[in-house]
C-alpha cells in the first residue's frame, strides 16, 4: 500500500510562486506514473503535469507549460511541483497522484489559492 501527503499550498499574489511536495510511502513498482492534478470548484479534475519512470519523461498541460515544472526526488522519495507566474486561474485543490502495478493513489490534496 502506497501513502501520499501534499504539503505546500497557500495563498499567493498572480505572478508569484509555490512549490507543492508529494510524499510517498509504502512499496512502488519500479515502472511507474506520478503526477499532479488539480480541480477548481464546479469544474472537473484536470491532470498538470505527469512523471513517467520508464525513461524519466515528463508531461504538462498547454495551461501550465513554461510555467510550471515536476520534479522528482529520489533521494527525499517526493514528488515536487515548482509553479511560477501564478495565475488567479491556476487556484485549486492540487492532488497527489500515483499509477503504480495497475493502482490508482490520492492524496488528499492541498490548497492553492492565487488572489491579490
Known amino acids: 500500500q502506497v501513502q501520499l501527503v501534499e504539503s505546500g499550498g497557500g495563498l499567493v499574489q498572480p505572478g508569484g510562486s509555490l512549490r507543492l511536495s508529494c510524499a510517498a510511502s509504502?512499496?512502488?513498482?519500479?515502472?511507474?506514473?506520478m503526477g499532479w492534478h488539480r480541480q477548481a470548484p464546479g469544474k472537473q479534475r484536470e491532470l498538470v503535469a505527469n512523471?513517467?519512470?520508464?525513461?524519466?519523461?515528463?508531461s504538462y498541460a498547454d495551461s501550465v507549460k513554461g510555467r510550471f515544472t515536476i520534479s522528482r526526488d529520489y533521494v527525499k522519495n517526493t514528488m515536487d511541483l515548482q509553479m511560477n507566474s501564478l495565475k488567479p486561474e491556476d487556484t485549486a485543490v492540487y492532488y497527489c497522484?500515483?499509477?503504480?502495478?495497475?493502482?490508482?493513489?490520492w492524496g488528499q490534496g492541498t490548497q492553492v489559492t492565487v488572489s491579490s
Open positions: 509504502g512499496s512502488m513498482f519500479s515502472i511507474y506514473i
Open positions: 512523471f513517467f519512470s520508464a525513461g524519466r519523461s515528463t
Open positions: 497522484h500515483l499509477y503504480s502495478g495497475n493502482v490508482d493513489y
